[in-house]
Each structure stands twice: as C-alpha cells, then as structure tokens.
C-alpha cells in the first residue's frame, strides 16, 4: 500500500488546525467548544498571567474574561477533571472512556501514599459527602498533617484514592481547590457508567489523540492522553487514523481523514502560548515541527534558566518565533527575558505582549531583558509605535 505524504509544512498546519488555531470551526462554541476540540486542558499549579487551563483559550479566542472561562469549564456538569496527559479538564461525555485507568487504579490497590485504615477513611469520607454536598479536602478534615506539602491527610489520601477509583469525581475548583462530589450528581446519568471495555475506551482515546493533534506519531499520540505504546499498537487499526509519511519525520505516522481531506486555510492569533499547551507540551515533537526546542524551566535552579521561570513560546505567522519569561508588578507587564528567532519577530513579540498586558488588567509593558541589546530595544521601539 502506498502511504499519503505529507510535507513538512503541510503536517504543521494540519496540526494548528488541529488544535485550534487555524480554520477550526468549534472555535465559535466559545471556550467549550475549545475543550471539545483538544479533548483535554491540562491543569498546572503556576500562575504567572493566568494559570494554564486560562490560557488555553486566550490563546485561540483572544481576551476571554477568566470569570467567563471559569465558568465555561465548571458549570452544568460541563467537564470533569482527572488524569489525561496529567491532570487535565475532559469534556464530560468522555466519562465513560476513562473508566480503563479508574479500574487500573482500582486493581492496584493503592496510591504513592498509604492509608493506614482504608475501609475506615474513605467510608468517612463518602458519607460527609452524601451528608453535606461537594467538598474541598479542607473541608473534609484538612489536607496536611502539618508538615511539608507531601504529607497529606489521612482524608485527603482517602478522597484522592476515591478520586482515582471514580468514586468520587472533581466537577470544578473552587480558590484552586478540586471541589469533589460524588459520581450521581456531578455526572449525566446517561454518561455515568463504566461499561465500556479496555479495548473500547483505548480506541476512543487514540481516534481522540489522532483528532486533537491532526497527525503524529505513535509516541504522538499515545502521549497525549499518557497511554502505553503497546495501548496504541493494540488498538490504531480500528481507531480509523490513516497511515501517512511525513517529511523530515524519521518514524511512521498517522492523521485524522478528516484532516486530510482539505487543505487548513485561515490565518491565526499572534498570541502567547503557555508552556502546557497541548500545541507544544510535547517537547520533541515540538521540535519535530516548529524547529522549536523549548523547555520548562520552573523547577530549574535559577542560575541555571536559560530563557526564564515560565518562558512563554511566541505563536505568530504559523509559527513559534521566539519566548518571554512574563511577570506582573503592579499595573505594568514586564518582559524579564525574552528571545527571538529572528529580527522580524519583534513586531508580534510587540503585539503579543500588549494584547496579554491588556487581558489581566496591565496598563504598561516593560522589556527588562533579552538575548541581546538589539532585540530588547527592537521590540521596545515596536511597543512603543502600537
């Protein structure tokens, strides 16, 4: 059989399109509608502009109020959080298609950490549920003993276990906190179910992937809801994705038929991407089609960051060209440290940074520091004429 080839180029803009940046007509159902179209928002803890899960949609709709993506997310049982690519916002009609990884975690018999009394705690726990309504582990009993952050609570271990199991299911935060309630009122009841097989939830979850990324690798598309290579194998010829070669890929690929079947047209927001986008959270495979090597350094010691706590990639022109490491004092945006690919990239690192300024309520930009003189004062000059 002779596979479809892809240029380079092409396969770049099947994956912008993909997810949500180029001609994507779920764009228009507004911030649901962007959770529909990637299937999974992945949740973090920093907050720098906004946290993660906020600019995910800001960066494919431009300045959505955060109240409004709050509630986009969480209200009428809309979405559910659990664990995809790592904790992650899922539409809640996939539900169902987790219910592999619920019983996985069922017959492990236990999380990281231990409860001393398991039948004890986490029946304490689903009766305060039952009794009182959705609760934060604060309100259950305290999520610490006191001691350092990994030292949870006896009903905290319990209500995470409960969690893992689907015995109880996070159906929004509240002040951060997974607010957790039990399955028959956060869930549709249609939805609430685990009758699917293994081998059923995995070939939802990769034609899924295949959608959400438009083509990619095995290691692609098993990534993106954290499945097994062998999870794959077992299922991708009745996922319904296509066998394609693409250019400059040294391993096999598949794509999406309905990507295939006509060319991405339409331009996209000049915009910055936070580093848990699931357009670049895949670091090689970033690589692989931006020519982009980009890393989270957050949890780098500081003097030995490179490009800054939470470098930002810059999305303009179908491409990522160039970083800033962003942060707030006061009403003033300040660019701690920012790169470019090239001196024509000035002008959408300009834009960028003034359009993200505006969304949180900044009235300044400031740039304190770049990979040379010529490009802090190049985008300087191109912030000042906007």
């Not at 431009?62 to 690519?85: I, K, L, N």
């Not at 009766?127 to 609760?135: A, F, T, V």
Request: some cysteine; hydrophobic content about 40%; glycine content about 8%.
């Amino acid at each position: 059989m002779t596979l479809l080839s892809l240029s380079a180029d092409e396969a770049r803009r099947i994956a912008l399109r993909a997810q949500g940046f180029v001609g994507a007509p779920d764009r228009r159902g507004g911030v649901r509608g962007v959770l529909r179209h990637l299937g999974a928002v992945q949740l973090d803890t920093i907050s720098v502009l906004a946290r993660s899960h906020e600019l995910i949609p800001y960066a494919r709709l431009g300045a959505v109020g955060r109240d409004t993506v709050e509630q986009a997310y969480w209200s009428d049982r809309h979405a559910f959080e659990y664990w995809s690519h790592a904790a992650c916002i899922l539409p809640i009609e996939e539900w169902p298609h987790f219910a592999f990884r619920r019983r996985a975690r069922r017959a492990r018999g236990h999380r990281w950490h231990v409860l001393q009394d398991k039948e004890r705690s986490t029946r304490a726990v689903l009766d305060r549920l039952r009794s009182d309504g959705p609760l934060t582990s604060t309100e259950l009993g305290g999520a610490k003993n006191g001691g350092e952050w990994f030292e949870w609570s006896e009903s905290k271990i319990a209500v995470e276990w409960l969690l893992d199991t689907g015995e109880v299911v996070c159906g929004r935060r509240r002040g951060w906190k997974r607010v957790y309630d039990l399955p028959e009122r956060a869930v549709p009841d249609a939805l609430l179910h685990d009758d699917l097989d293994d081998r059923e939830c995995l070939r939802r979850l990769v034609a899924l992937a295949g959608r959400s990324l438009g083509v990619g690798t095995r290691a692609d598309i098993a990534d993106y809801h954290r499945l097994k290579g062998e999870e794959f194998d077992a299922v991708v010829a009745e996922s319904g994705l296509v066998p394609v070669e693409v250019e400059g890929w040294s391993k096999p690929a598949w794509a999406d038929p309905a990507a295939l079947a006509q060319p991405p047209r339409g331009r996209h927001r000049t915009t910055l991407l936070s580093p848990f986008d699931s357009l670049v959270w895949d670091r090689p495979r970033t690589e692989r089609i931006f020519g982009f090597t980009h890393r989270l350094e957050a949890y780098v010691p500081k003097p030995k960051r490179i490009h800054g706590y939470f470098a930002m990639p810059l999305l303009a022109g179908g491409r990522l060209q160039g970083r800033v490491d962003p942060a707030r004092e006061g009403r003033t945006l300040v660019a701690r440290q920012l790169s470019l690919t090239s001196p024509k990239a000035a002008g959408p690192m300009a834009l960028a940074l003034r359009e993200a300024a505006q969304w949180v309520g900044c009235e300044d930009v400031r740039v304190e520091r770049a990979s040379s003189p010529a490009e802090a004062a190049a985008v300087t000059a191109e912030l000042a004429a906007l």
